[in-house]
């Protein structure tokens, strides 16, 4: 099937990966910086993270007084660390503060060198999502670096992600969709794909509380640990597809009228046909090969959702997360999204509002030809 072809067929609605979605322009997405050290965002990754914690250890390894015994630090949940933040453990409060200045002291450094890149120029605001920020440790993180990077005279601003990261990529699906989807229907299906989870969501539009879809939420999830079960690419497909039929399934039950649409957010490069250049590593089996398309895997599963033929959009995940902020980020015109866990997911996008003619102002500085600032021709 050619590549034209395929697109339509599906999505039905635009390219898979594109750079003009219905609310924003994406500038850019999955940015590769490199310094002397290597990747620009394994400096600022959960990774990262625990090796600073693990640093910050060893005085008290030496003297035999670790707070933290012998635990390794890539062992110590997120729920222990916060613990010990407000803990009466004066040492180990010690260790973990010290632990996210350095971190946060990082994560200014990295920011510094995205706001320098031209795709991400005159950027007001970052918000931080991924699985770091869901902890107390991790929004102190963030709030630190947004001190240290107003102390230098940047006029940006840094917050967490109000939706929780496991459901923000989820939300952030309806962002894809056009906004007729959601006059007929009060819900999608959105998958949110990582090296480690699967997760599949019945996500209610409540479109007619909020029309900017600022009260969307998830009804209800599934999650699927496929690093554990360690799957072939077929099989992962297979349990995917199988999930979604069940959440169709409980959802009509529930009365929902699901719309005939897909919203997909996975690792990666992701080129217009639905492949996946790069960037797709940590999934099971090869997803980077020309002989798999995903969205054309799942639409052989899953051809029609109620009486209507399936129509499913695939963008990267720290887009999709990113999109779940839309509703919140009309004060500003260029806004951006980091997203901390197994590496650092980044996009970088440009609001369009409704001028007094009907038509979208695009306020992109940069010309119109946004897909050439994506990862693969944006190397700084």
Not at 85 to 109: C, N, P, R
Not at 220 to 229: C, G, I, T, V, Y
Not at 297 to 321: F, K, R
Request: hydrophobic share 40%; with cysteine; proline share 4%.
């Amino acid at each position: 099937m050619a590549t034209d072809e395929l697109v339509k067929t599906t999505t039905g609605i635009a390219h898979h990966g594109a750079e003009r979605l219905p609310s924003v322009d994406v500038d850019s997405f999955n940015i590769e910086i490199k310094d002397e050290d290597g990747f620009l965002g394994d400096r600022a990754s959960k990774g990262a993270f625990r090796k600073i914690l693990d640093r910050w250890r060893k005085p008290g390894r030496k003297s035999g007084e670790d707070p933290f015994g012998k635990e390794p630090s890539e062992s110590i949940s997120k729920k222990v660390l916060d613990e010990m933040l407000v803990g009466d453990d004066v040492e180990a409060s010690a260790v973990v503060h010290s632990a996210i200045e350095e971190f946060a002291q990082e994560l200014a450094y990295v920011t510094r060198r995205f706001l320098k890149t031209k795709a991400w120029a005159k950027t007001e605001r970052i918000v931080v999502g991924g699985g770091f920020r869901d902890s107390r440790l991790g929004e102190i993180a963030i709030a630190r670096t947004d001190i240290i990077l107003k102390a230098e005279d940047f006029k940006i601003d840094l917050v967490p992600i109000r939706a929780h990261p496991d459901e923000a990529g989820l939300i952030g699906a309806l962002h894809l969709a056009p906004s007729w989807i959601f006059e007929a229907h009060d819900a999608i299906l959105a998958v949110d794909i990582g090296g480690t989870n699967i997760r599949c969501g019945v996500v209610e539009t409540r479109w007619k509380k909020a029309k900017d879809l600022s009260k969307a939420g998830v009804w209800k999830s599934e999650l699927w640990r496929h690093a554990d079960d360690e799957p072939t690419r077929e099989g992962a497909v297979k349990r995917l597809i199988k999930m979604l039929k069940g959440l169709i399934t409980d959802a009509e039950k529930e009365g929902f009228k699901i719309a005939p649409f897909i919203g997909i957010a996975c690792p990666g490069v992701i080129n217009a046909d639905g492949s996946i250049e790069k960037g797709a590593q940590n999934l099971p089996g090869n997803w980077e090969s020309s002989k798999f398309n995903l969205p054309a895997s799942l639409l052989e599963g899953i051809p029609q959702i109620g009486e209507h033929d399936t129509a499913i959009l695939m963008h990267n995940d720290g887009v999709v997360q990113g999109l779940s902020e839309v509703p919140f980020m009309q004060d500003v015109d260029r806004w951006g999204v980091l997203t901390i866990g197994t590496g650092l997911g980044n996009a970088r996008f440009t609001n369009r509002r409704k001028e007094g003619n009907g038509k979208d102002r695009d306020s992109t500085e940069n010309g119109k030809d946004n897909n050439k600032k994506k990862a693969k021709a944006d190397k700084e």
